[in-house]
């Protein structure tokens, strides 16, 4: 079994996008500037967006964060969004998701403009990936697709089955690993909550996608031996023997599906460090489709 290193592989794409910064300096440059916007205290949200700013210093990108309560109206965000819009400085932003109850998201999203869109969640961007048009991609999806391709993992003509269908992770998923390209070329079968006889699909599987949102759901009687299995899942669970009282697990099983793989993520140090390397170089792809044409 190998280890898909996450961490590894985030720390040499935050290293060339830091590199690329450095060359925009020298040449004066746009230097790249991310904003995102955070409503509210939600802890996951919280731990998100303070790792994408620290991430953005670390390759020498300016941030900005934007923080309001969770009381805020939807009109008071749409104008803060017009207003990410028309800067000249911000080159792309984020709002960070869930929104409260109250604030219409599909609103939110659709009123980001689709080139500072670095999240690709604008109905756009998603129909441009699904032709198959250069796009900005949602983070994890791209993320994946870029370890797969750094492991030189091979996908054509492979059984892949991505097991989850949400718009930011397994729709964009299934889209990119069907695609004519490397990688790629696989023939995709997504699964969700009411798809049947799970086990026998999953146990078909040379590549398993899992973003099911399920803390440790897939076992190793649903996998293949010898499969590639990328877990996108991250849940606290609660342990005493932690000092903290709590350990992060992913929705695959890993002790025993590890053994039974032939490359796994692991939860932590796997598809999250991704996540991020991708909105960094989303936002670097913003400013020059922008300035370097
Ligand atoms: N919430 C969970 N993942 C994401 C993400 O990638 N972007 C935003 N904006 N919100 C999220």
């Not at 054509?156 to 097991?163: I, P, Q, T, W, Y």
């Not at 939860?267 to 400013?287: D, E, F, H, R, Y």
């Amino acid at each position: 079994m190998i280890l898909l290193d996450g961490k590894k592989l985030s720390e040499e794409i935050l290293n060339e996008i830091s590199q690329e910064v450095l060359e925009r300096k020298n040449k004066n440059k746009k230097i790249p500037h991310l904003a995102a916007i955070l409503v509210g205290n939600d802890g996951a949200s919280e731990t998100y967006v303070a790792s994408k700013v620290k991430n953005c210093e670390k390759v020498g990108f300016d941030s900005t964060l934007i923080r309001y309560e969770s009381s805020v109206s939807e009109s008071e965000l749409l104008q803060k969004i017009y207003e990410l819009n028309l800067s000249k400085d911000i080159d792309g932003f984020i709002v960070q998701l869930p929104l409260p109850k109250h604030i219409d998201e599909k609103k939110i999203t659709e009123a980001i403009l689709p080139n500072k869109d670095v999240d690709g969640f604008h109905p756009m961007n998603v129909g441009y990936l699904a032709l198959g048009i250069p796009a900005f991609v949602s983070a994890t999806p791209n993320g994946v697709m870029e370890m797969l391709k750094r492991y030189n993992i091979e996908t054509e003509g492979k059984n892949c089955v991505v097991l989850g269908r949400s718009n930011i992770v397994g729709s964009p998923m299934a889209m990119l690993m069907s695609k004519n390209t490397n990688p790629g070329n696989a023939t995709v079968t997504i699964c969700h909550s009411k798809t049947q006889n799970l086990k026998e699909i999953t146990s078909k599987a040379d590549i398993l996608i899992v973003a099911i949102g399920k803390p440790e759901f897939i076992s190793a009687d649903m996998v293949k031996a010898g499969a590639v299995v990328v877990d996108v899942g991250i849940h606290r669970i609660a342990d005493e023997t932690k000092k903290s009282g709590f350990r992060l697990v992913g929705d695959v099983k890993f002790d025993e599906v590890a053994s039974k793989s032939s490359y796994i993520t692991p939860v932590p140090g796997g598809v999250g460090l991704m996540t991020i390397c991708s909105l960094l170089q989303n936002t670097l792809k913003a400013v020059k489709n922008k300035y370097d044409v």
